[in-house]
């Protein structure tokens, strides 16, 4: 009798069975893809392992020497300066957006400008400006040409201060500015114009509009573009570093993903590069997880 | 609705089944066919080089005639990150049979799955030169752990353009090796407008470290490079600070080309000095970077040689950077055909096809049954050197996994000039232990 009961119990619906055969095969892939690498890199963070032959069990060794490393708190320095911009990456292009908005002359090519960088993608626009920053590329050339003889002579890539903001700028700015400016124009088309037509018989003009009703009115899409700019700083810069500056000069533009990537590939040490993967998994987690509230909230609302 | 679920059900089933199928065959590679000719994949991060990949290919037409049984898949892969595929194939004991390799650092840390040749050589081991064969011995000796076959034989110094010299008032057969000298030399290019010397340093620094291969060759000689093996010598020693301070010497009195910082050794900087533009380069001696690549731009006539600029406290003054060998052939150990494999490695790196080799690129290829042209007067002398006053290459003895790093805090010091001497040689000397 009990176990008649327990099975009718674990009995499941028509509906439950057909959304666990649709579901099976995508949870086996994150299984496979997604859970299992993160907690074998958990394990490979207590080893000491070259990328061949078996793993030598080293208990917290690599998070004691990554700790006293001086590279993983310039990553750190280097990636809270990229954080900085995140301000000037997401203000900007709802500035852009605002004025679009309001009406431009020839707006369809100014966007169409603005979004190049974004279609280009990070590797693309990482080769294109190392040449263009490089000390024989052509904006030199042109400095050179005008007079200035010594123009070879300044190089932005080539001192760690200028190196990072001119990283900061390109990959937080630059190149976010396009898809910042359409996502942004298609959350303001979503305002009622009722809002601004009540506002401007208030009195306001149109940068109190902007403040007052516009940027009220696309709270959670500022939100969410500003949590998708972490998550790119934190773990989708490789490949603009890769080609912009390798990392250099020194360390002035390694971050904790391209140090990864460095330990792991170039100097053999998978198990002390899996201890700095562990540090970027939490720090991917928090973004992760404020941006699962922020939906969550937004939903409720 | 239940026949729907059912077919939905059974199409995912299938669709597992053939990806497992599928990827069980992808693993299997091209090995499942057991009858018919054998097909050898090699990787090479030369062939796409315009004219060696051209000689790669008429060697492969060559092997592939004299061995109807074989079928040679030669594929290019990019040099950059080159290592790192292997480490990945070598992980996923993917398909490879054959690939090009450097006898250094980079090569002897995934050694553990390079096959051991010893016993496959012992007809052929006396037509290799000893010293190439101790670089591609995982031990370092001559006759036993030969995990590499030389293809060429390697080491570095550096050339000068007679051309230029004769702009400058300067003697172009006076050669400058001597470090004052060398420093006079270079204050005459400069004040005749010509770039004294030229370095690509962009990516690696290439530029400074082949300088500084050449110095301390001179400063510490066989058993003082060797010392970096073991922690006998220490990057805190006199001689490697004294190197330093040369190096720095030469970018201080602004000898350098200003933008060695954003242009690469390998091609841009070596374009540049083919070209025609500087006074001194630090290059190698065979393959790339060297006297026919120099040559066929300004002259063979007008390329001199040098080992090293040499310190007048140097103890080993006529020491020339010899790394034994340069790049050879390597055989995965888990390759199904390794008999054919190995005929490859060894047909490739010697006779008729090394010759080719040779020929196309200007390497040396250190087996006695390729002569050298003796009527080349700089690849002579550069033999000479390499055969009399032969000491290890400094870079192919520190740990391999300290290399990188090492690059960014020259970058620092010298490029960028961030940290201090005593920064700089701590930092390193930090580093060293770390991967000692």
């Known amino acids: 009798m009990n176990l008649l009961k327990r099975s009718k119990k ?13 579901l099976t095969p995508l949870l086996l892939l994150t299984v496979g893809f ?30 004691t020497r990554m700790f006293q490393d001086e590279r993983f708190y310039s990553s750190l320095k280097n990636m809270g300066i990229l954080v900085l911009y995140i301000p000037l990456g997401v203000g900007l292009p709802l500035l852009i957006a605002n004025t679009l908005r309001n009406g431009l002359k020839g707006w369809k090519m100014y966007r169409a400008m603005l979004y190049l960088p974004n279609i280009l993608g990070p590797v693309i626009l990482g080769t294109i400006f190392s040449v263009m920053l490089s000390q024989v590329g052509p904006i030199t050339e042109i400095l050179r040409r005008i007079g200035f003889e010594k123009a070879n002579e300044f190089y932005l890539l080539g ?7 001119t990283l900061s700028f390109i990959f937080v700015v630059l190149m976010r500015v396009g898809f910042g400016c359409i996502y942004f124009l298609a959350a303001m088309s979503t305002i009622d114009q009722n809002l601004y037509d009540a506002a401007r018989i208030d009195g306001t003009n149109k940068f109190q509009d902007f403040i007052h009703v516009t940027i009220p009115g696309i709270k959670f899409s500022i939100q969410f573009f500003s949590v998708l700019a972490f998550i790119e700083v934190f773990a989708r810069m490789y490949g603009i570093i890769f080609t912009l500056t390798g990392g250099g ?53 | 609705m239940k026949k729907t679920v059912n077919r939905i059900g059974c199409m995912l089933l299938l669709t597992v089944l053939l990806v497992s199928f599928s990827g069980s065959l992808f693993a299997q590679g091209q090995k499942v066919k057991s009858d018919g000719p054998i097909t050898l994949t090699v990787w090479n991060f030369k062939y796409a080089e315009e004219v060696a990949g051209e000689a790669f290919k008429e060697m492969d037409r060559l092997f592939m005639a004299q061995n109807p049984g074989i079928i040679i898949d030669h594929q290019a892969q990019p040099e950059s990150n080159y290592y790192q595929m292997l480490l990945s194939a070598f992980s996923a004991k993917s398909d490879l049979d054959v690939f090009l390799t450097h006898t250094d650092q980079r090569a002897w840390v995934l050694a553990e799955l390079f096959h051991v040749f010893d ?19 995982e031990t370092k000796s001559p006759d036993s752990d030969i995990k590499i076959l030389p293809l060429t034989a390697q080491g570095n110094g550096i050339y000068y353009n007679k051309n230029n010299f004769r702009k400058a008032g300067l003697d172009p057969e006076a050669i400058p090796s001597n470090w004052n000298d060398f420093l006079a030399a270079c204050e005459k290019l400069k004040k005749a407008g010509i770039t004294p010397i030229i370095f690509g340093n962009q990516g690696s620094s290439f530029g400074i470290d082949f300088t500084y291969r050449a110095i301390l060759g001179t400063l510490l000689g066989t058993d003082g490079i060797n010392g970096f093996a073991d922690g006998s010598t220490a990057f805190t020693d006199k001689e490697f600070v004294q190197a330093t301070r040369m190096v720095k010497e030469l970018y201080d009195k602004g000898y350098v080309n200003v933008e060695n910082g954003s242009i690469p050794y390998f091609m841009d900087a070596i374009t540049d000095f083919q070209n025609g533009n500087g006074g001194f380069f630090p290059g190698l001696a065979s393959d790339i970077a060297h006297w026919k690549d120099f040559g066929s731009g300004f002259g063979i006539e007008n390329v001199g040689y040098f080992s090293a600029p040499v310190a007048a406290n140097a103890a080993f003054p006529n020491a020339q950077v010899n790394q034994g060998a340069g790049i050879g052939f390597a055989v995965t150990e888990y390759s199904p055909h390794l008999d054919a494999a190995t005929k490859y490695a060894k047909f490739m790196t010697s006779g008729e096809a090394g010759k080719i080799f040779m020929d196309a690129t200007g390497a040396v290829v250190p087996n006695s049954t390729i002569p050298v042209d003796a009527s080349n007067v700089v690849l002579s002398d550069i033999l000479r050197r390499l055969n009399t006053h032969g000491v290890p290459d400094f870079m192919n003895v520190v740990p391999g996994g300290m290399i990188q790093d090492f690059y960014n805090f020259m970058t620092l010091y010298f490029i960028s000039g961030e940290i201090s001497e005593s920064q700089y040689i701590d930092q390193v000397q930090k580093l060293y232990k770390a991967n000692l």
């Open chain 1, 249 to 301: 000069p020194g360390y002035a533009t390694n971050t904790l993903e391209f140090a990864v990537y460095k330990l792991s590939f170039s100097s053999y040490q998978k198990g002390y590069a899996s201890a700095w993967a562990v540090v970027l998994f939490f720090f991917c987690a928090i973004i992760a997880l404020i941006q699962i509230r922020l939906i969550m909230k937004e939903e409720m609302s």
């Open chain 2, 119 to 137: 016993t496959d050589i012992v007809d052929v081991i006396d037509t290799y030169a000893p010293s190439a064969l101790e670089a591609c011995s």
């Open chain 1, 10 to 22: 674990f009995r499941l619906t028509q509906e439950a069975r057909d959304a666990w055969i649709l």
């Open chain 1, 159 to 165: 001192k760690s201060v200028s190196a990072i903001h």
């Open chain 1, 34 to 63: 997604l859970v299992y690498p993160v907690f074998s890199n958990f394990y490979y963070s207590l080893t000491r392992w070259k990328g061949l032959g078996d793993p030598v069990f080293i208990g917290l060794e690599n998070y």
